[in-house]
């Protein structure tokens, strides 16, 4: 499954958000997720591809913008071929299945 | 007081917690978890409630059982009271929340991950949404409140005290309107271990889980946990006849004293002062009071308490007044519990009801005042409730009100 249809499963699931609504050019504010709201997210898109990200917070305005960031983790995830800790955060800690 | 918003065991709105209540339904029951079976007795008083009808699912993900109760009981209040938001004046309208447990069931996941899971993953708005002072924060959030928004946490009397304070800041003039009272949500496994490692819960009744707690009773055994909010909107009497409001009951009089003597053991002393502070500070004698809201929780320990209090309060008056115990129906709310209370007083006083206190067959020898045991009494007016609320800790809070009726003749003659 592609990158954005996996967000759009946890947006979908989570936020009861209907699909039609999700662009890829769509602000996330727009969709009920503010600043802390993405704290909550990032949380779900660490779980759902298995990447840690960085203990500061991302700014990531749009979906695309989040669907970018996450190939980009993927991406360098396939090159080390172990878990990506980005922003040389500590070791992952153990994921819960989504 | 001009709204009334219940989120409870007994129903979700002020005229069906009422009715059940008059009728005596019990809303405790054997609650049906996988981790039931490990404790002693699985009961709880639970309120029906889906998150979902009430709020999108963004906001839902913020909020603890504790403050969705809270939410939306202060909606229901503010409906009740056709408060006027576009001519108030934000900044004198406070927000006054009693909660013994706050988020306690965010806190328990959380706990679950670390410990039980053995996972680092704990969620990100757990201290949100566990935080004792949510709920209130929601309630000056959804409403844009930017008055004083506080949190009183003095366990099983927290929402007494929460009211009893917005009523003192209302009379000193600084508020126009408080929005008062109590949530709790604390029937997460955590919290019902914890409360039954104290041995304060009562034994299920062998032929009817809804009558195991049995306030007053020879047979009580202790208390039944329960869930829900209770929010309620008070108001200066003037600006409340100025806006044409329905008023439910004038707060007359706040009375808190501690124990200052044992962390759980309820003293005589205590209770008894804080009924004589309530008096005074409502300005009757004790033979002016009609009828009585006890505590009443069912343990050993407050029934007999509580009763010897009253008698040393009010004398021989104490065997007139009648007392109703209605947490033998809807459980413990524990911070939740005063203000559920203190709102079924006035809705009962507004109805001529005298509450039943269910589930007493036979009264224990040192209880022996009128209980209103098993069966309510209809058509008997009456103008003068107060409601006792104590707690773990000793603080010990009571609540005098008077019916609307008999306020606006006391008002008109100057009193």
Known sequence: MQTFERLSKILVKNYKIDPTRLTLDGPLEELGIDSLGMAELLFFIEDEFKVQLPFDP?????LGDAVCYIDGLLAAQQVTETPVIAGGAPPAAPHRPV | MTGIGIISPLGNSAAEVLGNATAGRSAICRIDEPWCKRLVSPLAACVKFSGDEHFDAPKLRMLDRV??????????ALDDARFDFENANRQRVGVFLGTGMGGSQTTDDAYHTLYAEQSDRVKPFTILMGMTNAPAAWIGIEYELTGPNLTYSTACSSSAVSIGEAWMRLRNGDLDVAIAGGAEAP???????????????????PFDASKSCKPFSKSRSGMVLGEGATIVVLEDWERAIRRGATIHGELIGYGVVTDASHITRPTV???AAAMRAGLQAAGC???????????????????????????????ADAYRIPISATKAIHGHLLGASGALEFALSLLAMQ??????????EIAAEDCDLDYVPNCA??????????????????TNAVLVARSAQSAAVRCAEGN
């Open chain 2, 351 to 360: 109805h001529d009801i005298l509450l039943p206190t269910m589930h007493l």
């Open chain 2, 285 to 315: 004698v004790p033979a002016s009071i009609d009828t009585i809201n006890a505590h009443g929780t069912g343990t050993q320990a407050n029934d007999a308490v509580e009763t010897a209090a009253i008698k040393q309060v009010f004398g």
């Open chain 2, 187 to 205: 029937l997460s496994f955590g919290a019902l271990k914890a409360w039954e490692a104290l041995h304060t819960l009562a034994r299920e009744d």
């Open chain 2, 269 to 271: 002393t205590g209770q």
């Open chain 2, 377 to 394: 009494r209809h058509n008997v007016k009456f103008n003068t409730v107060m409601s006792n609320s104590f707690a773990f800790g000793g």
């Open chain 1, 58 to 62: 991302v700014a990531l305005p749009t």
């Open chain 2, 67 to 76: 403050s969705q109760f809270a939410i939306v009981a202060a909606r229901q």
